[in-house]
């Protein structure tokens, strides 16, 4: 048997590697934890996000069909549909409101809503909300929503 060519260690370094070992492991298993946390963060905001998104533009739908109904109740009653929406709210010559003043139909995003009377070709009024970047086209919240437009 030969001797080893390396000396023996001294009792202070042999007590160093296992502390620098578990240091090593605690920055390894905090690192672990903070790319699980982000990893669960990153699911829940898209999911959510694009669920919120769902409720939001089902919100405009229905405030949509609101509106439609007001808008024909003064087509019944004055014979064509009004040039601009403020007219529900704001009494017709028969002295009728067809949506309240106090509260004229705002999209979630506290926006007014688009409204074009029907065009030459049409037989209904066109209503719109561009979402919550308030300009056509997006996606997600920004989204538009427009009812000659078939989407969920």
């Not at 024909?72 to 949506?99: K, Q």
């Not at 929503?145 to 989407?151: A, L, M, Q, R, T």
């Amino acid at each position: 048997m030969e001797p080893s060519s390396t000396p023996p260690a001294a009792p202070d370094q042999a007590r160093a590697a296992p502390a620098a070992s578990l240091a090593v492991r605690g920055v390894v298993g905090c690192a672990l934890v903070v790319t699980a946390i982000g990893a669960f963060a990153a699911w829940f905001t898209g999911h959510y996000a694009e669920k919120f998104a769902q409720d939001k533009r089902a919100k405009v739908r229905e405030d949509m069909q609101l509106v439609f109904g007001a808008l024909e109740a003064y087509r019944e009653a004055n014979g064509n549909y009004p040039e601009h929406l403020g007219a529900l709210w704001v009494a017709d010559p028969h002295g009728f409101t067809y949506l309240p003043a106090s509260h004229p139909p705002k999209d979630p995003w506290g926006n007014g809503y688009g409204y074009a009377p029907p065009g030459p070709g049409q037989d209904r009024p066109r209503l719109w909300s561009y979402g919550r970047d308030k300009r056509e086209g997006g996606d997600g919240e920004s989204e538009d929503v427009k009812s000659w437009e078939d989407k969920p």
